[in-house]
């Protein structure tokens, strides 16, 4: 006997809004040090949301996780409730890491945000693990084209970078673990080997227990 298949969410015309919603106010933007644009990590987000299991809703949080910390704040986060609501907006929300311009410091924010995921629920967990994903596999790619002067790009220079994502990935690991989440450990780890970064190394410790201060000179240095 034929084992019945899943049936695929429903996808409509509010997907399509979300799509132009997310078009609009991330035109112009592109991928860090590159012309790629914005708009192109955006789908791939979606569309991992939507291969993981994700419905609808969880798509168009993925395709507008990033306006709020980008494009506007908290008055962009209301106007999402109002036109998307509030199961949307309360992705959206979990998946940003900053309300406010400018952004505080790098190393508070990466801090504050990890903070945050290990009280996330299941679905902001996989929509944020599925950014974190294409995040690392475009790193990989482009230091594999690219190598040591890509991450002049990032806030977090090397050391801080591979921290960040290690550290994602280790928690998104303790719990609810998925196909993304596993996905994830495995793109980190190979970075890891690529960029030649031991992640027990004492040093990722230092910059958890460096101050904020401390750890953003020390980065603007390398």
């Known amino acids: 006997m034929r084992r019945k298949l899943p049936q695929p969410p429903k996808l409509g015309p509010r997907l399509q809004r979300a799509f132009a919603y997310a078009a609009k106010w991330h035109a112009g933007q592109a991928r860090k040090g590159t012309a790629v644009p914005y708009l192109s990590h955006l789908m791939a987000v979606a569309s991992l949301v939507l291969e993981a299991g994700g419905d609808e809703e969880m798509a168009i949080a993925a395709l507008l996780h990033d306006v709020v910390e980008d494009c506007g704040g908290m008055p962009r986060l209301r106007e999402i409730r109002k036109q998307f609501g509030a199961r949307v907006a ?33 679905e902001t967990r996989l929509v944020s693990a599925c950014d974190k994903l294409h995040n690392v596999r ?8 690219d190598g040591e002067k890509i991450w002049v790009r990032f806030n977090g220079r090397k050391e801080g970078t591979l921290w960040y994502y290690r550290a994602l990935s280790d928690e998104y690991q303790r719990k609810n673990r998925n196909r993304i989440t596993s996905e994830l450990a495995i793109a980190v780890a190979q970075l890891e080997r690529e960029a030649g970064w031991n992640s027990a190394a004492p040093k990722n410790g230092a910059i958890r227990n460096r101050s904020a201060r401390k750890h953003t000179a020390v980065l603007r240095k390398e």
């Open 90 to 122: 309360g992705i959206v929300e979990g998946c940003t890491d900053s309300f406010v311009e400018p952004k505080p410091d790098w190393i508070e924010r990466k801090r504050g945000y990890l903070e945050e995921v290990k009280q996330a629920d299941r």
């Open 138 to 145: 475009t790193i990989l790619a482009d230091y594999r084209k």
